[in-house]
């Protein structure tokens, strides 16, 4: 099972390197705030990853007008401010999203933030810019809203989704890796919960720096494997530990979207159920094809025994390059 294991992860690695550069794993977002007397003042939030020259735009519903505009920096993200005159307000109307060169396949979150009431949540999948402002905001459409919120965000949190396949590696047998992510699981679902509602609160910079520090940590036992090791012989310690860190990194993204006044339960509770079943789904995906690999090699009747002890350290490093260009980079921000 190592073998087969560390060849997944150098496939993961090899396939998820591209985005090691560009990872971010906010999604576009799009604030309205009702001013009252059909303004608007928009507030346009750009990831990091979106290059300079690809900027978008709103375009808004016919009659609209832009009054004032802004361009400007929110921290390490570009943002853009608009004050917009909507005859007849944006209910039951669209207001879309607009790249200069190409779609950079980004989920793009909608809010209409009205003083006094509901505000109105939309998550969109990367390949559609257009949104339709509800006429009444429902408990299903906020549900929606902020599952689709959590399985984006752990797809796209390439950081998470390495560090789950280590855990799978370290642990090696079912019932350890049952364990492993179930320690994982309820860990960062607490500190999720606790930091989503500003019990705990830590600084974005360097949550992300150490979470990078923690699939470098994984990285180093499974090329340097060390069987008396605490990793080792406790793996559901080391998930649960880390799982607590890696809560408040999936909490960033859910502050980005912000909690809906009123279904703060729901919101929350959605959000960690769309982790968890994208979080299900990739650990699915990865034990699928570890199985069909290894079919594979039996009906061809293939033998790798030399080459094995090969494989745990090329594993490690597959893990661990990505892991070290994220953590350096994110020291870089913090300093910045």
Request: glycine fraction near 8%; charged fraction near 15%.
């Amino acid at each position: 099972m190592r073998l087969w294991s560390a060849l997944l992860a150098m496939l993961l690695a090899l396939a998820l390197g591209p985005a090691a550069r560009a990872h971010d794993a906010r999604p576009l977002s799009v604030e309205v705030t009702d001013q009252g007397q059909d303004l608007y003042l928009a507030r346009l939030r750009v990831p990091p990853s979106v290059a300079d020259d690809d900027q978008p735009r709103l375009v808004w519903p016919a009659g609209c007008r832009p009054l004032q505009q802004r361009a400007g920096e929110d921290g390490v993200a570009p943002s853009q401010t608009a004050l917009v005159a909507c005859p007849g307000g944006l209910r039951g109307r669209t207001v879309a999203v607009q790249y200069p060169i190409y779609n950079p396949a980004l989920s793009t979150l909608f809010r209409l933030v009205r003083p006094g009431a509901e505000t109105i949540t939309q998550v969109l999948p990367p390949d559609r810019l257009v949104w339709t402002v509800p006429k009444t905001p429902t408990l299903p459409d906020v549900a929606a809203a902020y599952l689709r919120l959590g399985v984006a965000h752990i797809w796209t949190g390439v950081d998470h989704l390495l560090f789950v396949t280590g855990l799978l590696i370290l642990a090696g047998s079912f019932r350890r890796v049952l364990l492993a992510v179930t320690g994982f699981t309820l860990a960062h679902s607490v500190t999720l919960s606790l930091s989503a509602l500003d019990v705990v609160r830590l600084p974005a910079p360097p949550v992300e720096a150490a979470i990078a520090l923690s699939i470098l940590f994984l990285a180093r036992e499974i090329a340097r494997p060390n069987p008396e090791g605490v990793a080792a012989r406790y793996p559901v310690l080391v998930s649960a530990s880390f799982g607590l860190l890696h809560g408040f990194g999936f909490a960033a993204a859910l502050r980005e979207a912000g909690l809906p006044k009123g279904e703060i339960a729901v919101g929350l509770l959605c959000f960690n159920l769309g982790v968890e079943i994208g979080q299900v789904v990739f650990i699915a995906a990865v034990v699928a094809l570890y199985l069909g690999a290894r079919q594979a090699v039996r009906a061809s009747r293939l033998r790798f025994a030399p080459l094995e002890g090969r494989f745990a350290p090329l594993a490690g490093y597959g893990l661990g390059v990505p892991a070290a260009f994220w953590f350096v980079q994110r020291l870089v921000l913090m300093a910045s």
